[in-house]
């Protein structure tokens, strides 16, 4: 479906369609939807792959930016990749402070990389900022 999507997407040009409905309908958007695809699927290195195929500048809202760091910190994370995932989840927080601690899905990952190694102080801030670590 993402294939088809994007080929419509080309289709269309570079103009971002239906802005006003969840930041838009752009080849950029459906990348980032394939982002999350492959997470979903269990495949970070297709994720990893994807991402690398999108620059986050082009997508159309801060929030899409932000859940562009997120879906690749979330696709570190599975590759035991813990300094990548955190750096991506403190660029998620830079481009969206007041959304990106409360998502859910963060908040789990935070919880996740609190339990299964070596905590850093930025590590340590992310946690305390999503209220995982008081």
């Known amino acids: 479906m993402t294939a088809e999507a994007a080929?419509?997407?080309?289709?269309?040009?570079?103009?971002?369609?239906?802005?006003?409905?969840?930041?838009?309908?752009?080849?950029?958007?459906?990348?980032?939807?394939?982002?999350?695809?492959?997470?979903?699927?269990?495949d970070p290195g297709a994720a990893l792959a994807a991402a690398r195929a999108l620059i986050p500048q082009s997508l159309p809202?801060?929030?899409?930016?932000?859940?562009?760091?997120?879906?690749?910190?979330?696709a570190l994370g599975r590759w035991g990749r813990r300094d990548e995932c955190v750096r991506s989840l403190l660029t998620a927080e830079q481009h969206a402070p007041e959304e990106t601690p409360s998502r859910p899905a963060v908040k789990a990952m935070v919880s996740g990389l609190l339990l299964s190694g070596r905590t850093t102080s930025e590590l340590r801030g992310l946690a305390a900022r999503c209220g995982v670590l008081m």
Not at 19 to 24: E, T
Not at 61 to 74: G, H, N, P
Request: hydrophobic share 40%.
């Open 61 to 74: 809202t801060v929030e899409r930016r932000a859940r562009y760091f997120t879906d690749v910190a979330a």
């Open 7 to 42: 080929a419509i997407a080309q289709e269309l040009g570079s103009t971002t369609r239906l802005r006003d409905h969840g930041g838009g309908f752009s080849a950029a958007t459906v990348q980032l939807h394939l982002i999350s695809a492959e997470n979903s699927a269990g």
